[in-house]
C-alpha cells in the first residue's frame, strides 16, 4: 500500500542552522515526490517536486530510492521559513495524491 | 490568476444535520480534488473529479457524503447527516493535468472549516 511517513510533528532550529525535514514513503513502483507547505494563514501550495530537481527558496530534495527516502534540507534556516509541510506521494500511484500528516517548522530567531 | 475560491470559509452545526460546500477551480484545470484535513493530520483525498467525470471516490463515505461537479467546473461537496468525527478542514484543489504523469502541482483553496457539535 502507499503510504507517506513524517516522523516528526515538530522541528525546531536555530535562525543560521541547517534545517532537514524527513520524509519515507512506501510504494512498489516509480514515484513521483512532492513537498508541498503552509504559511501561515496562507493556503497549501507546492514547494517542489523531485522531478525538476531545482532548489526553491534553498530548499533541495533528493529522491533516495533505496532508502525510500525524499527528506527537504536547506543549509541556513531563515525566519521566513517557519511553516507546516507535508511531503506528498502521488499522481502516478493511481491518480491520487497520498501526504503525509505533517511536520511544523519553526525557526528561532 | 485567480486562484481556487472555496465557501464558506467557517460552518458550524449540530450533528445531523446537513452542510454543502462550494469550489470553483481555476479556470481551464482539468481535475478538481476535495480533500480532508482533520486536525493533525496530512490531507486525504474524498474524491477526484477529472472533467464532469469521477476518477477515484474509494474514500468518499457514501451513505452520507456526495459531491458533484455539474457542467466540468464548480463542484459541491454535502454531507448529510453530519457526525461529530466529520469536523475537519474541507480543501478543494484543482490542477492542469489529466490524471496520472509528471504535472503533479495542485492548486489549493483556503479550505472550509467544519465544526459539527
Known amino acids: 500500500a502507499q503510504r507517506v511517513t513524517q516522523p516528526e510533528k515538530l522541528l525546531s532550529v536555530f535562525k543560521g542552522a541547517p534545517v532537514e525535514l524527513k520524509c519515507n514513503y512506501s510504494y512498489s513502483g516509480s514515484p513521483e515526490l512532492f513537498w508541498y507547505v503552509q504559511y501561515s494563514r496562507q493556503r497549501l501550495q507546492l514547494l517542489l517536486r523531485?522531478?525538476s530537481r531545482e532548489s526553491i527558496k534553498g530548499f533541495t530534495a533528493d529522491l533516495n530510492k533505496g532508502e525510500t527516502s525524499f527528506h527537504l534540507k536547506k543549509p541556513f534556516a531563515q525566519e521566513e521559513d517557519s511553516a507546516m509541510y507535508y511531503c506528498?506521494?502521488?499522481?502516478?500511484?493511481?491518480?491520487?495524491?497520498?501526504f503525509g500528516t505533517g511536520t511544523s517548522l519553526t525557526v528561532i530567531p | 490568476e485567480a486562484g481556487v475560491a472555496q465557501s464558506p470559509r467557517y460552518k458550524i452545526i449540530e450533528k445531523r444535520q446537513s452542510v454543502a460546500f462550494w469550489c470553483n477551480p481555476i479556470s481551464g484545470h482539468a481535475t478538481l480534488y476535495w480533500y480532508q484535513q482533520i486536525l493533525g493530520q496530512g490531507p486525504k483525498l474524498l474524491i477526484q473529479f477529472q472533467n464532469n467525470g469521477v476518477v477515484d471516490d474509494s474514500q468518499l463515505p457514501k451513505d452520507r457524503f456526495s459531491a458533484e461537479r455539474l457542467k466540468g467546473v464548480d463542484s459541491t461537496l454535502k454531507i448529510q447527516p453530519a457526525k461529530l468525527e466529520d469536523s475537519a478542514v474541507y480543501l478543494c484543489a484543482s490542477s492542469l493535468g489529466t490524471s496520472g504523469g509528471a504535472d503533479g502541482e495542485l492548486f489549493f483553496g483556503e479550505g472550509s472549516r467544519l465544526t459539527v457539535l
Open positions: 506528498a506521494l502521488g499522481p502516478s500511484t493511481g491518480n491520487q495524491f497520498y
Open positions: 523531485h522531478i
